[in-house]
DNA sequence: GCCGACAAAATTGTTGACAATCGGCATGTG
DNA sequence: CACATGCCGATTGTCAACAATTTTGTCGGC
């Protein structure tokens, strides 16, 4: 039917498999808010069984990502401004938190890593590789929380931060959104360097609170349009 | 069988009840962790059918409340000291943030509220009501999150904290800790009162830290029985 | 053209039966 | 007695069919 079906190779996928993909999709914003996912589609686009599809569904109900509905189904759950404020402050608290253990813990390569991200990172801005810039951007920030030895939490801000990735797609890496990032990797790579832990924590705060503050504008001007 | 099947009135329960269901019996610690969560027993208890049973075991399973393992079924999933650790952690820095928020953003009214139910946990403590204790203390906990406007990070702290409260329904609310717990509050009360928000933040995460050193001591202490 | 009633199609909820697998138990062998 | 082997009951995974409900389409009447 649509030439998209059926370009994911996905047979006899586990159910695990099944909700990762549907998550992608959530997150590249294929599939949108209010957008009601049906089990016969799910079933062709992914070539597994309607069983495995509802377990799936069952599971993405659960992490929020999806309602449902008594006999209608489920459907891509509309995240509110407000809910994605509290996410994003939670996320800096978390993050904060994480980045001040990095200092403390991290051994000289594992820092060194965390440059040689950030140059990446600094690179894909002048050839304006927004879709590579997200991806090493998500690396950079879970690289934290993992080094930290944080890896419970570098999960659960992932799925916090999952609602929120479609924007960031469809609206959010764009010019001057791109530099001001980097500008702010910069501090907080700065402060690492001087081994300055509260220091580092508050310039990962600010970053990420610089990230709703974009985030906020961009929906205002959605809005009045 | 056993006199406790049946005692729940749950006929044609809802998946989210039965899920509701099965994460009390967790924090009640009467399902304990490695316990394996047999769908025909859950069948009786809860009167509904094996479809909605699998569907919730599902949701907890996305929760990470229970493992689920290919032909062996469901379990009540097991959570490393590593892991509480990390999400105590994590409850220092959120409800840490709430309560500087409470600060800022509670009327009078609500502040007061506050107040009174820190008195009522007091009285528990001359009393031993040790399950009465707890119940207060997580809805003083929840208060001070919904009335900051976090009531998404209210939902999530409480998430987090399922799988530690089988602990404390077990071993933690005992003697000194308790005396312990009140003596935080009341600092918190004390900075609240006096308008100090970061005072009031820091009251908090000591807070919690004092509970997680008191857990971490309880568990070493069991080990070495 | 718009609106309501009604039928048909599409979609989801539920059940029961059957297949696949695991764990324990008995049995036999050295 | 230790240990391998095969069988059987218990338990879970999977599927296909059917029931309940919503959504869509159609047809008169105005």
């Known amino acids: 039917m649509k030439p998209s ?5 996905l047979q006899n996928a586990s159910t695990g498999e099944i909700a990762d993909w549907i998550r ?12 009601r996912l049906v089990e016969a589609d799910l079933i062709r686009q992914t070539g597994s069984s309607r069983f495995k599809v509802r377990e799936a569904l069952q599971r993405l109900a659960a992490e929020g990502l ?3 509905e008594e006999f209608r189904g489920a459907s891509v ?3 509110s401004m407000e809910e994605i404020h509290q996410l994003y402050r939670a996320r800096a608290a978390l993050e904060g938190m994480c980045t ?3 200092v403390r813990l991290a051994t000289p390569q594992e820092k060194q890593r965390l440059y040689d991200l950030a140059d990446e990172i600094e690179a894909c801005i002048d050839e304006d590789l927004s879709e590579e810039f997200g991806t090493l951007n998500n690396r950079w920030h879970r690289q934290i929380m993992q080094v930290s030895g944080n890896t419970v939490l570098a999960a659960l801000v992932t ?4 609602p929120v990735q479609r924007l960031q797609f469809a609206n959010f890496y764009r010019g001057d959104r791109l530099s001001s990032a980097v500008e702010d990797h910069r501090a907080i790579v700065a402060a690492i360097k001087k081994g ?3 220091a580092a924590e508050a310039a990962m705060r600010q970053h990420i609170e610089n990230g709703l503050r974009y985030l906020t504008a961009v929906d205002k001007a959605v809005r009045n349009d």
């Not at 992608?24 to 957008?35: E, H, S, T």
């Open 196 to 198: 300055d832990a509260e």
């Open 66 to 68: 999806v309602v449902i």
């Open 24 to 35: 992608a999709q959530i997150r590249a914003n294929r599939m949108v808010p209010g957008q």
């Open 159 to 162: 799925r916090l931060h999952t």
């Open 100 to 102: 001040a253990d990095f």
């Open 5 to 9: 079906e059926q370009s994911v190779p």
């Open 77 to 79: 759950r509309e995240a």
